[in-house]
């Protein structure tokens, strides 16, 4: 048996993210594969040289969103073993703000899962950084967050945005390993229906 | 004493104004019944907007998500820059305009995230 969601590890953290301690998680026996993806600091965007980035969550849904995240992975492939660390505070270029793992039985499932799980930080778990150049700073957004907004706000009303929104869960758990796989802006889709999966409140299959 | 005469004196009248007390009491509790206090948060840029991480925000009975937005909106016309932009969250979930609050409720201001 493969190990249970909720033995998923899913942290915020305010020091440097010891990727051993995520990796030794879900190193597994019957995993064939780990896949990790780590997301650092770069030093320069569009020209401009960055110093550091300053992470903030909303930490309570933050984590909510990152164990429905971990679940619908689950539900997508078949995994041994989830884990996820995002930092929070001063990350200094060089050094990585997020960490997603997973183990499978086979690599596709690992890589593809890995893949989707930070798609879905990007898109729907409420976490912010400011990038400080040199000479100013600015607030990011995620691409991944406003294609999934605009999908919620364009249907006029409750009961339309609601059937729409079970409508893309439903496409996210048949499609979202295609679309991953394509690796093209349909992917976008699954983000989508990972923020609009909280809409409702109360997701039945969703462990919040 | 000097003391007890006041002391006996105003518990006299004390029967009459607390029954006064007890009639005004009554009538705050139907205003308190009628309306619902919110807590607002501010993120990132919200929060630069406003100046506040947080704030309490007094509602009538059945507004809704959208409703209490607005009178955000009023209070720090700041926001107006975000408006086209953010998101609401209502006790940790992304939360429809539509959605009526409850008193107590935790209503978050979603500006665009950046994560990852």
């Not at chain 1, 990585?96 to 690992?110: K, Y």
């Not at chain 2, 992304?94 to 990852?116: F, H, M, Q, R, W």
Request: with cysteine.
């Amino acid at each position: 048996m493969a190990a249970a969601a909720e033995e998923d590890l899913i942290e915020i953290v305010e020091a440097p993210i010891e990727v051993r301690r995520y990796v030794d998680h879900v190193r597994d026996p019957a995993a064939g594969a780990i896949a990790t993806f780590e997301g650092t600091t770069r030093d320069t965007f569009e020209g401009r040289r960055v110093v550091e980035l300053r992470y903030e969550a909303y930490v309570p849904m933050a984590l909510r969103r990152l164990r429905a995240a971990c679940a619908d992975a689950r539900a997508a492939w078949s995994l041994r073993r989830v884990a996820v660390a995002h930092r929070l505070g001063v990350v200094p270029v060089g050094e990585a703000s997020v960490l997603v793992a997973a183990s499978a039985a086979h690599r596709a499932d690992a890589l593809e899962a890995c893949r989707f799980l930070i798609d879905e930080v990007k898109a729907s778990v409420p976490v912010w950084k400011k990038e400080v150049y040199e000479d100013g700073e600015v607030w990011k957004e995620n691409a991944e967050f406003i294609h999934a907004r605009m999908s919620t706000t364009t249907t006029t009303t409750s009961a339309a945005a609601a059937a729409a929104a079970a409508q893309d869960k439903r496409s996210c758990c048949c499609g979202a390993k295609v679309k991953v796989e394509e690796g093209k802006e349909e992917a976008h889709h699954s983000n989508g229906a990972g923020l609009e999966g909280g809409l409702e409140g109360s997701d039945p299959d969703r462990p919040l | 004493m000097a003391t007890e005469q006041p002391k006996d004196t105003s518990s006299v009248h004390g029967t009459s104004e607390l029954i006064e007390i007890l009639k005004e009491n009554d009538k705050s509790k139907v205003h308190i019944n009628s309306s619902i206090e919110i807590k607002a948060l501010f993120f990132a840029r919200a929060r630069d907007l406003t100046g506040l991480s947080k704030t309490s925000i007094e509602m009538p009975e059945g507004s809704t998500a959208g409703d209490c937005m607005s009178k955000l909106l009023t209070k720090f016309p700041n926001l107006e820059e975000i408006s086209n932009s953010m998101i609401l969250a209502l006790s940790e979930k992304y939360a429809l305009e539509s959605t009526v609050l409850k008193n107590t409720d935790e209503l978050a201001i979603i500006p665009p995230i950046s994560g990852g």
